[in-house]
């Protein structure tokens, strides 16, 4: 029996369809096809990579949004899944934009090497905290919102309602506005002011409540899947919470402890120049993973008293709080990544392509 055609997929991802391609193992393009984002329609696509040959592996356009059910799909039919990132400006320009087009080149990004990342598998705890983190950041977000417009509304509010508030601290603010009851002509500014003001504290208060039921449940969550991380110095169960879901339920798929700490952008990018040696801050990465690590920083530096010392040596060398920051971060990362994953003594097997 013949041996068979050895077959590299790309999937460019949207919402009520997938566009997939198939190449071969020299990259020549064998076929596209378009399949809707239905349980049948990821059989179907599966059946048609497999049906040009021995697929090797495919990869995937935004597993981690409109791409995340289909790898799941791919991962339990045994198929190596790659995530690749969209194509760059300078490529869009160079061979245009159509959704057959990003497919091929998803599929050879995978055969050149050029994309190897791991998606995250999105089947286990780390998922489930993910979801309820959702909730709760919108509330947290929805919340900081309703007490700024309360501030605001007291402002501007008439002298009789105004004076009786501006002084007041939020929980009583709060409390006093929940329990108010408006009287009076519905046209009079006033009497509207202190109605919006007593349906906006209403507000504060469930969604105060609902970030509590939000934290109810993932404090346990947390807790039981990342005990000895909640144990360091300055993690909370919200810090933790997003450095796991920064890793994913799979964080074996990260190489090291940098390719973490790079991930988490406090990998510093070098920025030297003739005499002058320094490094400038990392951009890139999971921006709320580093405002995690930032947070733990500053409660360590408030706190711990390791890092008190760390801080006043540092200084007194002349380095800026900035950088210093920027040092503990990259040390942060580096102790949580142990908590994480044990980091991988070999690299992963090459893609072959004869």
């Not at 705890?125 to 501030?151: C, D, F, G, P, Y």
């Not at 406090?266 to 999971?286: E, F, K, M, V």
Request: charge should be positive; aromatic fraction near 4%.
């Amino acid at each position: 029996m013949a041996d068979q055609t050895a077959v590299v997929g790309g999937v460019d991802t949207h919402t009520d369809f997938h566009q997939a391609a198939a190449i071969d193992s020299i990259g020549r393009h064998l076929a596209t096809e378009s399949f809707p984002t239905t349980p049948d329609g990821y059989s179907r696509l599966l059946a048609w990579l497999r049906s040009h040959g021995d697929l090797m592996a495919v990869g995937v356009e935004g597993t981690g949004a409109y791409g995340a059910e289909l790898a799941r799909h791919l991962r339990a039919n045994q198929v190596t899944v790659v995530d690749v990132d969209r194509p760059d400006r300078r490529a869009r320009r160079t061979n245009g934009k159509s959704d057959p087009v990003d497919a091929y080149a998803a599929a050879t990004a995978v055969l050149s090497g050029r994309a190897g990342g791991t998606p995250k598998t999105r089947d286990g705890v780390v998922e489930a905290i993910r979801s309820l983190r959702v909730v709760r950041s919108s509330a947290v977000k929805s919340r900081t919102q309703t007490i700024n417009q309360i501030r605001t509304l007291i402002v501007t509010a008439p002298g009789e309602v105004r004076e009786k508030l501006r002084d007041l601290p939020t929980s009583e603010l709060i409390r006093t506005l929940a329990r108010s009851r408006p009287v009076g002509d519905p046209s009079d500014p006033a009497r509207a002011a202190r109605t919006a003001l007593r349906r906006l504290a209403r507000r504060y208060q469930y969604l105060t409540e609902e970030v509590s039921e939000a934290d109810a449940e993932l404090r346990p969550l947390v807790a039981q899947t990342a005990p000895d991380l909640v144990a360091l110095p300055g993690v909370g169960t919200e810090t933790a919470a997003q450095l796991l879901i920064t890793a994913g339920d799979n964080p074996d798929r990260l190489r090291s402890e940098a390719s973490f700490a790079h991930l988490c952008a406090a990998a510093p990018i070098p920025a030297s120049s003739g005499r002058t040696h320094r490094h400038r801050l990392n951009r890139g990465g999971d921006r709320q993973a580093n405002r995690a690590l930032h947070t733990i920083a500053l409660v360590r530096m408030r706190y711990d008293s390791r890092t008190k010392d760390y801080v006043i040596k540092r200084t007194a060398e002349g380095m800026s709080k900035k950088d210093i920051l920027r040092c503990l971060k990259r040390f942060i990362a580096r102790e949580i990544y142990k908590h994480l994953a044990s980091p991988r003594t070999t690299a992963p097997p090459l893609l072959q392509t004869t």
